[in-house]
């Protein structure tokens, strides 16, 4: 027999959440899936008002709602533009616009924006370290294309006036890791690996210079600047192949990235990535029970 909540289409998920009460129930669902609570001091025994709709802690006395110390937080759009964000944001390969959303979801651009940014905050990446044979690879994002020059940044370390280093892991036909990083000098992308790579797990990167002498790992280069791009199972396009996914992305989509900003969009794209495979369904439920975990983002936090 069928799963009820199992789509594979745009139709199959708004007629699923077709109304408001479907998307509460489900989000209730979600919420108190490991048992009621209070949000604000944790006690199990929690009083539910005629309505459904909110609830009273049997300790501490204060009211809340389902969304209450969520993402969603004190936000007063229907659970139903929610979900219909989530779904656009967590399907679209190289993400959709806060523009684009907000005509699709029927809000400003204003608010498609702080939306697209609380559900990036629920695209976290995983922690724990990589193992087996890791991709690893920096690139650039930002600032003006005449100002990066390949030779000048692998020496600096900073990828020229107004751009952001960020650095990339993936392991071969497994999961990938990305992060900002304050530069990609030998020491700073070594700390990141050395966190992120169990030891004696196979490394393959090119030959810039900030990789000599890793220890711990069986290193291997693959040599660009000599023309050489494989060299047997030894490359690093995999990584390459998602930083041009997020290029796209950035170039196609969003234009723009506030480094303030970039470690979210760079969460968002490994999020979808490493659930290419996923069924939308899956993919969905992930990011809804990670925003029923995580605690709001404000307004002021992100135009501070």
């Given at each position: 027999m069928k799963n009820e909540f199992e789509f594979k289409t745009l139709t199959e998920f708004t007629d699923y959440f077709c109304d408001e009460e479907t998307c509460r129930k489900h989000f209730t669902g979600i919420r108190f899936r490991n048992g009621q609570y209070c949000p604000h001091c944790g006690h199990k025994e929690i009083y539910t008002f005629a309505s459904g709709k909110r609830y009273r802690c049997a300790k501490c006395k204060q009211d809340f709602t389902i969304k209450t110390g969520t993402v969603f937080g004190?936000?007063?759009?229907p659970l139903r533009k929610w979900f219909m964000a989530i779904y656009l944001l967590s399907t679209s390969n190289k993400g959709i616009s806060s523009v684009q959303l907000a005509k699709q979801?029927?809000?400003?651009q204003k608010t498609g924006w702080f939306m697209d940014h609380r559900i990036r905050k629920a695209m976290k990446?995983?922690?724990?370290?990589?193992?087996?044979?890791?991709?690893?690879?920096?690139?650039?994002?930002?600032g003006l294309e005449k100002n990066k020059h390949i030779?000048?940044?692998?020496?600096i370390g900073t990828g020229g006036k107004g751009k952001t280093p960020v650095f990339g892991m993936r392991v071969r036909n497994g999961e990938t890791r990305a992060q900002v990083v304050k530069s990609v000098q030998g020491k700073e992308l070594k700390a990141v690996i050395t966190a992120a790579i169990a030891s004696g797990s196979?490394?393959?990167t090119d030959s810039y210079c900030g990789y000599n002498n890793l220890k711990g790992y069986r290193h291997t280069v693959v040599?660009?600047?000599?023309?050489?791009?494989?060299?047997?199972?030894?490359h690093t396009n995999s990584i390459e192949s998602f930083w041009a996914l997020f290029k796209r992305g950035y170039h196609g989509i969003y234009h723009w990235m506030s480094s303030k900003h970039l470690q979210r969009y760079v969460d968002e794209f490994t999020f979808r990535m490493n659930?290419?495979?996923?069924e939308m369904q899956t993919v969905f439920s992930n990011v809804v029970e990670n925003?029923?975990?995580?605690?709001k983002l404000g307004y002021k936090e992100l135009t501070a």
């Open positions: 004190d936000s007063k759009l979801v029927g809000v400003t990446q995983n922690k724990g370290q990589l193992f087996g044979t890791v991709e690893a690879d920096e690139t650039f994002i930002g030779s000048k940044r692998k020496h196979k490394v393959f040599n660009h600047t000599g023309g050489v791009y494989v060299n047997g199972d030894v659930r290419r495979a996923s925003m029923a975990d995580e605690s």
